[in-house]
């Protein structure tokens, strides 16, 4: 069975600092690759998904995640974070097999931003 | 296009009472899928729907939740004799058909069981 993990549960940054959350999978065959977010009091939104091809997926705004298949890891980043990206950020992933579509999540690393 | 609808929001139940959460699924999608968020947890998969069908219910707990997806209308997770351990924010989400793995799910608003 494929899992996420999440190693930091709660991330405080000052506005304007680079920011790194890291997600580790682990399955023994290919996967998708998800990140959602969640702003306080909103669902759950996608943020960016890796299917194939390029290992750096890029989103709006100047966040970007890459997956390094030999680390089993798909970490989000952005270069300068502002105080309306607090909110909690979900690493997700699924097997590509067809039919099998559920998402196993990560613990979720709560973001908070402070101006 | 309406995304996902869930209602209600939010839902007090008594322990022993029956809580129903409903989810409508974005126009087109005929895929389900709830999710579950304890305190302090990341979501857990409980159960896939199709139309008339279930596909995966791996995460459902053996007793006490149910899931259904009519024909017509919205899907209903269904938990008989809440606890206070179903206390939970409850996520439904959707996809469209026939595209297997490679489909994005988009989530609704979730609703917020609070069994007292």
């Known amino acids: ?115 | 296009n309406a995304g996902v609808m869930q209602n209600p929001r939010h839902l007090v139940r008594r322990r022993g009472q029956e809580a129903r959460l409903r989810c409508s699924p974005m126009k087109g999608h005929s895929h389900v899928y709830w999710y579950r968020q304890l305190p302090e947890e990341g979501l857990k998969f409980m159960v896939y729907l199709q139309k008339e069908n279930i596909i995966d219910e791996s995460g459902m707990p053996k007793e006490r939740f149910s899931a259904e997806f009519p024909k017509e209308g919205p899907s209903i997770l269904r938990i008989q004799q809440v606890v206070r351990g179903d206390s939970a924010a409850y996520f439904c989400a959707s996809s469209p058909p026939g595209k297997g793995s490679n489909t994005e799910a988009f989530f609704g608003q979730g609703t917020r069981l609070t069994v007292v």
């Open chain 1, 1 to 115: 069975a494929q899992s996420v993990s999440q190693h930091n549960h709660h991330v405080i940054l000052s506005e304007a600092a680079s920011l790194e959350l890291g997600c580790n999978y682990s399955y023994g065959g290919t996967v998708n690759l998800f990140w959602y977010v969640q702003y306080p009091g909103q669902h759950l939104q996608l943020l960016l998904k890796y299917f194939s091809g390029d290992p750096l997926v890029k989103g709006n705004k100047g966040i970007e995640a890459e997956i390094i298949k030999s680390n089993f890891s798909f970490n989000l980043r952005k270069p300068s974070v502002q105080w309306s990206d607090t909110a909690e950020y979900f690493c997700a992933v699924n097997p590509t097999n067809f039919g099998n579509e559920k998402l196993t999540f990560g613990t979720g690393t709560r973001l908070t931003i402070i101006p």
